[in-house]
């Protein structure tokens, strides 16, 4: 007996409501990941800009006062938010990476493969039941029980 077997029935339609759900935004997640990373380098890059060529105008010898003083603080400021939302992206990203990771390595532990490859096609490829029906030869109940029983797999090693 697993530890979701042990779980009451509300808790595991809880979970296996949740595993369809990751499943069904599989992609999404993957494409939110790559634009987290992409965003968090671009903030970078700008917070850099900032930290260089901006700052640096204000440099040099000579007066300037409060007003320098002002820009010099406002262009740092920027710089450090710029940095700041670069980390929570990252951060963001990262725990992103983990959940993906996690269900990656609980899908490709399913058996037996052909249920596995019944999931991907799915829920990850988005191909129909009736497509499914006619590429692998099974009545529409057949698709249903195997798909079923993957989806109950991934979800007990997620939870």
């Known amino acids: ?53 901006r700052i640096a105008r204000y440099g040099g010898t000579g007066g300037g006062g409060a007003a320098l003083s002002s820009a010099v603080e406002n262009e740092a400021l920027k710089h450090e938010q710029l940095k700041a939302r670069a980390d929570l992206l990252d951060q963001e990203a990262e725990r992103l990476e983990l959940v993906l990771k996690q269900l990656d390595r609980a899908i490709d532990r399913v058996l037996p493969v052909e249920d596995r490859d019944l999931l991907k096609a799915y ?26 029983c993957a989806v109950e797999q991934v979800a007990m090693m997620l939870y």
């Open 123 to 148: 829920y990850i490829e988005h191909e129909t039941q009736i497509s499914l029906q006619w590429r692998v030869h099974l009545s529409d109940r057949a698709i249903r029980t195997h798909i079923k």
């Open 1 to 53: 007996m697993t530890c979701f077997d042990a779980m009451d029935e509300g808790a595991q339609q809880e979970h296996l409501k949740k595993t369809k759900k990751l499943l069904k935004e599989y992609n999404l997640l993957k494409n939110s990941l790559s634009i987290k990373r992409e965003n968090a380098k671009e903030y970078r890059q700008r917070a850099c800009d900032f930290s260089g060529s």
